[in-house]
């Protein structure tokens, strides 16, 4: 059989965002022949330094080449001026826009090693509507200022996002029965949706969500996903005692935004977490990160965020068999700890780390 080639889309922003994206690249071009993958990449420009050299952080060109030739991307992390900067904005909402990605989809796991029962869930947040649509007004009145703004949700971004978070729960079953076959434990054996919402309170807009979400998530192709959902207080409060319990989450634009940096939390180091964003045929992976000043240019950041990023784009490029290599390899760099980055309390350079997930491939 041809071998498949994927074309990746490069993007290393600013900061360690181009210490570790150099990472990733490492990691595709290592996988083994047996996976019958192979890649091209192109170099993209986005960011603070691109806006200084060329008054815009997101060149057409890049999204122009995105749209035109790349089946998938890496984004590694941008500076944002601290103060309002004109004609400077985002580049990495402005490609969710302009790409339809309508997903934020963030892993939060732990390794066997790291004791007790091992994290393993992930977050799947709406990323378009809900309160983000960012109407919002201030009016006068005789007992001063009120603010107001639109939370709005449709059936439609619902019923996608649910849909989205039913094939990651199928894909990450998938994954789990590849590690299986190899005699690596597993967390879990069948595969869960959580729908989050607020609909005992907003029935009509978080009632919606629900509804449409349990709709989409009813189709036969989800008969073996157990479907439930959770009040989202009760689930903050489950998920910090009990975050074992959880598999995939869904939910609306503001709560999977705070579920997510919350989840985070749970894992020890930003430099571990990774993130990607989706749309119905695109996605760009995304280490949490930023551009992480502090460290830039001491060759000590950690790329794990971004092995695991690059993982979480060829689950979405259809290529389980080799994200499941590369979190196999990642997990097991993590359980023996002898090559760990700062963050982790190791001594091990960016260049260290990297070394060390390759040879386990
Ligand atoms: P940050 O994530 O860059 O850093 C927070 C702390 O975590 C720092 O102490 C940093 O050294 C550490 N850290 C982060 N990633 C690490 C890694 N891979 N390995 C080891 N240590 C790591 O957040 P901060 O400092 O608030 O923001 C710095 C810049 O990044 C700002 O300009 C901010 O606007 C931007 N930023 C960009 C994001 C993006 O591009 N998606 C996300 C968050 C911040
Ligand atoms: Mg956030």
Sequence with gaps: MAARTLRIGLIPGDGIGR????????ILE??????????????????????????????????????????????GA?????????GYSSPIVALRKRLDLYANVRPVKTT?????????????RENTEDLYVKEERTTDTPNGKVAE??????????????????????????IRDVAAASGAAVTRSKPMVTITHKSNVLSQTDGLFREASRQALAAQKFANVEVEEQIVDSMVYKLFRQPQYYDVIVAPNLYGDILSDGAAAL?????????????????????CHGSAPDIEGKGIANPIATLRSVALMLEFLGEEPAA???????????????????????????????EDVLKRL
């Design 267 to 287: 894992v020890g180091s930003l430099g571990l977490v990774p993130s990607a964003n989706v749309g119905d045929s695109f996605a760009i992976g995304e280490p």
């Design 112 to 124: 066997a090693g790291a004791g007790g029962s091992p994290i393993d869930l992930v977050i799947v």
């Design 78 to 86: 941008v500076s944002s001026p601290t103060t309002k900067v004109a």
């Design 19 to 26: 210490e570790v994206i150099p990472a990733g690249r490492r």
């Design 30 to 75: 290592a996988l083994p022949a047996s996976l019958n993958l192979k890649f091209s990449f192109v170099d993209l420009d986005a960011g603070w330094d691109t806006f200084k050299r060329t008054g815009t952080a997101l060149p057409e060109k890049t999204v122009e080449t995105l749209k035109k030739e790349c089946d998938g991307a890496l984004f």
């Design 149 to 174: 703004a639109v939370k709005r949700i449709s059936e439609r971004a619902s019923s996608r996002i649910a849909t989205m978070a039913g094939e990651i729960a199928l894909r990450r079953q998938k």
């Design 324 to 354: 499941a290599k590369i979190y196999a390899a990642v997990d097991a760099n993590l359980d023996e700890g002898k090559f760990l980055s700062p963050d982790l309390g190791g001594k091990a350079t960016t260049q260290e780390v990297l």
